[in-house]
């Protein structure tokens, strides 16, 4: 079975500060990975998407992760963090090698931008 | 991307009643999920239900408790069943974008039970 660890569960950052999120995966076969955000209110929105090839991915709003396999760590990254970026993000995967579709998510990080 | 709605958006609800959860898409999607957020929790996969056949479910989740219709490729229903307190959560619909790979979700269900 998968699971997915995030570590920071709360984030309060001031607004230019650069942010890292983690994300540990577990899992024994290939997996796709996934940032999600979900604003105050909103929907869960897709902020980037790893399958294959170059592990540094870019998302939307400036962020990016990196896929490190040795690791098992789909860290999300962005340089400078603004007020609008205050939501809670979720780590996912789910196996990519045609098995269930479903997603596993982690805990969720609830980040809080300062102005 | 697929556009999801859902209905009721919220409820609150007496132990040991049942409540029904629809989720409509914009689209005709073949894989549909539905996920439950527990308070202070992650989401968690409740099954998987593709138009055709029945209803595939997570460890720890029965057709019981959960029934699932999926009529066609645009509609889905959750049944949460004899309710108790402990099923006070958000219950969410996703469906999967096969060509992008992408799971797009619904705005979710928030359920109390008293």
């Known amino acids: 079975a998968q699971s997915v660890s995030q570590h920071n569960h709360h984030v309060i950052l001031s607004e230019a500060a650069s942010l890292e999120l983690g994300c540990n995966y577990s899992y024994g076969g290939t997996v796709n990975l996934f940032w999600y955000v979900q604003y105050p209110g909103q929907h869960l929105q897709l902020l980037l998407k790893?399958?294959?090839?170059?592990?540094l991915v870019k998302g939307i709003k400036g962020f990016e992760a990196e896929f490190i396999k040795s690791k098992f760590s789909f860290n999300l990254r962005k340089p400078s963090v603004q007020w609008s970026d205050t939501a809670e993000y979720f780590c996912a995967v789910n196996d990519s090698g045609g098995g269930a579709d479903g997603l596993t998510f982690g805990k969720g990080t609830h980040l809080i931008i300062q102005p | 991307s697929a556009v999801i709605s859902q209905k009721p958006s919220r409820d609150i609800c007496q132990r040991g009643t049942s409540l029904t959860i629809q989720c409509q898409v914009d689209?005709?999607?073949?894989?549909m999920f539905w996920y439950r957020q527990q308070p202070g929790q992650s989401l968690t996969l409740i099954a998987t239900a593709n138009q055709g056949s029945e209803a595939t479910y997570e460890s720890g989740f029965v057709i019981d408790k959960f029934p699932i219709s999926r009529p066609n490729l645009t509609f889905s229903t959750l049944t949460v069943s004899n309710m108790s307190p402990e099923d006070s959560s958000i219950y969410l619909c996703?469906?999967?974008?096969?060509?992008?790979?992408?799971?797009?979700f619904g705005p979710g269900t928030r359920l109390t039970v008293l």
């Open positions: 689209s005709q999607v073949t894989m």
């Open positions: 996703s469906v999967r974008d096969r060509d992008y790979n992408e799971q797009f």
């Open positions: 790893y399958f294959s090839g170059d592990p």
